[in-house]
């Protein structure tokens, strides 16, 4: 199972700095991986372990701002698409400059 922590937290006021650190600090220290800014996930044994996280977060979940969790199967995660910009290359790939002497 993984468990998927999405989270927009304001950065307004050295206050919210502050939990903002706090928060991501906490997510680290308790095995989270960062995915992209603001989206982290961990991997959990069952079920029973990934409820065992969601509960963590929410008791530690800053004040302000909005906190979203998912749960969901390994075999869903690995379904996962990642989709990037266009690849640009400056080398040819061809053989169409080839010079043969």
Do not use: H, W
């Amino acid at each position: 199972m993984r468990v998927i922590v999405f989270f927009d937290l304001p950065t307004l006021s050295a206050e919210d700095r502050r939990e903002y650190a706090k928060f991501r600090k906490f997510l680290i220290k308790g095995g989270f991986m960062m995915m992209q800014e603001s989206v982290y996930t961990k991997m959990a044994l069952n079920k029973t372990v990934a409820d065992s996280v969601v509960e963590s977060v929410k008791r530690n979940k800053p004040p302000k701002g909005l906190v979203q969790l998912m749960t969901i199967t390994e075999k869903q995660f690995n379904r996962m698409e990642y989709v990037c910009g266009e690849f640009v290359t400056d080398v040819l790939c061809t053989d169409e400059r080839l010079v043969i002497f």
